[in-house]
């Protein structure tokens, strides 16, 4: 597809479960991320990848929190004993800015998952 | 640390209108972006008008205007003749290598 493309859209788990969210960003983009957002909030970063390889994780919230991408394209974000606070609309996004040659290109962002934990 | 707070969690405007939205943020960045990003209830980011400090011209999109004042550290986001289909979340945001958003400002348009 032409964009970037978030699965599930919804996602209903139970305290304590573990979860998956999936990102398959835009073809040919090296930068990926993830965020979270709270109901009636902005955006907070999770996590940066630059290619494989996670440039900045500082937004990952506890060890619960993991997410790869081992080939560079495709990514995951797992979490770990769901708790109810970790419901949220999590955004992945992609660009093609790098850390240092290319900055400030626009980044297209999926419409999100859904997690509600209950 | 890299911040972006807007300080009006809503405002309105009537059709037809003209309405500012303000941002101001903070970097010890010299090379950084600034984005406002329009959020329907579909949750889908839209890109809504880019600037790039190091420009002094202010970024305008059709009935999308900045005044970016970067002394101040201040975006401001101006939308002329509002129309029913602008009323969404905005956000700004800041970019170096990763956007830092603001908390939002949802804006109604009244017919």
């Known amino acids: 597809g032409a964009g970037v493309s978030q699965t599930p859209s919804n996602k209903v788990t139970e305290k304590g479960k573990y979860v998956e969210l999936r990102c398959d960003p835009i073809?040919?983009?090296?930068?990926l991320y993830w965020y979270r957002q709270s109901l009636g909030q902005g955006p907070e970063f999770l996590i940066y990848f630059q290619g494989t390889g996670a440039a900045d994780d500082s937004g990952l919230p506890n060890d619960r929190f993991f997410a790869v991408r081992p080939e560079g394209s495709v990514s995951t974000l797992k979490i770990q004993r769901t708790e109810r606070g970790d419901s949220a609309v999590y955004l992945c996004?992609?660009?093609?800015?790098?850390?240092?040659?290319?900055?400030?290109?626009?980044?297209?962002f999926g419409q999100g998952t859904r997690l509600t934990v209950v | 640390a890299q911040t972006v707070t807007q300080s009006q969690p809503e405002m309105s405007v009537q059709e037809a209108e003209t309405v500012t939205l303000s941002c101001t943020y903070d970097t010890s960045e010299s090379d950084y972006y600034l984005f406002w990003y329009k959020q329907p209830p579909s949750r889908q980011m839209i890109l809504v008008i880019r600037?790039?400090?190091?420009?002094?011209q202010n970024a305008t999109e059709n009935r999308f205007s900045v005044n970016f004042q970067k002394a101040a550290k201040s975006f401001s986001l101006k939308i002329s003749d509002s129309q029913l289909g602008d009323a969404a979340m905005y956000f700004c945001?800041?970019?170096?290598?990763?956007?830092?958003f603001g908390t939002g400002t949802r804006l109604k348009v009244l017919a």
């Open positions: 996004a992609s660009s093609q800015t790098n850390l240092k040659a290319v900055r400030g290109t626009e980044a297209f």
């Open positions: 600037q790039e400090a190091y420009k002094q």
């Open positions: 073809s040919g983009h090296t930068a």
């Open positions: 945001a800041l970019m170096t290598y990763k956007y830092i």
